[in-house]
């Protein structure tokens, strides 16, 4: 399977002012690594995950076949090898990984993340 790149209320610790001064520290934070690479890395290692799947191999065998990467990342592996794994949305972020190499910051590509989400989960439950 083929990844596509590119295509209310106050609670404990967060409060308006918190998440503004998380914004504002985040945006000036350097990124700890080459996102472009990163981004490659990730999708070539979830496709490999998904053709394996697609064999037939369970999961210890798909773990034995890409060890460090789902050391790394295991939410990703966990969330990868269910049925509904959405890659569309895997490639979204991805997309935006790799648009941190042009010139997007780390703050940027999140705040577009988290706008997507709230669209996504947030806003289909508010409207019921």
Known sequence: MDIKIGSGPEKE?????????????????PTLFQPGERAAYVKDRVEELLRLRALGQNDLQIKAALGPFIEQYPTLFQMAVQPNFDVRQLGTFLGLLKRMDGGMSQHQA???????LMNDYINPVIKH
């Open 13 to 29: 610790g967060l409060s308006k002012d918190g998440v503004i001064a998380a914004s504002a520290e985040a945006a000036k934070a």
């Open 110 to 116: 999140s705040v577009i993340v988290g706008q997507k």
